[in-house]
């Protein structure tokens, strides 16, 4: 079951959209242009989810940046930085289903100078 999700990821679960995130590599090595697409990423996903959209933040497509870049035709002077796969949520697929149990907020953190 592991080796099944982890081709799925390669084929970006199969969604019928993959977006791939990159920026141009006259910026790196830059923290702040890293911080700015997950920034924008984050947003996209959001927005997505908003939609009733589903999304995967799927850092297997940079496993084989060789791969997305050609079919992709990004070109050599721009950076991967990761892929999200997209698409209307498969409700009935068992993963999906699977919820974590979370501590509460007020048991790990605190506010300070914050008034009730």
């Not at 924008?40 to 850092?59: E, H, K, M, Q, T």
């Not at 990004?74 to 949520?89: F, H, K, L, N, S």
């Amino acid at each position: 079951m592991r080796q099944d999700w982890v081709l799925r990821g390669f084929r970006q679960f199969d969604a019928p959209v993959s977006l791939v995130l990159t920026y141009d590599r006259v910026l790196d090595p830059g923290a702040v242009c890293h911080f700015d697409l997950g920034a924008l990423c984050y947003g996209i996903v959001l927005a997505a989810w908003d939609r009733g959209l589903g999304s995967v933040i799927n850092g297997q497509g940079i496993m084989r940046s060789d791969i997305v870049r050609e079919v992709a035709k990004i070109p050599e002077d721009e950076v991967i930085m990761t892929c999200v796969a997209m698409g209307y949520p498969d409700d009935g697929f068992a993963a999906n289903a699977v919820r974590s149990d979370r501590e509460h907020n007020h048991q790990f953190v605190r506010y300070v100078g914050f008034a009730d």
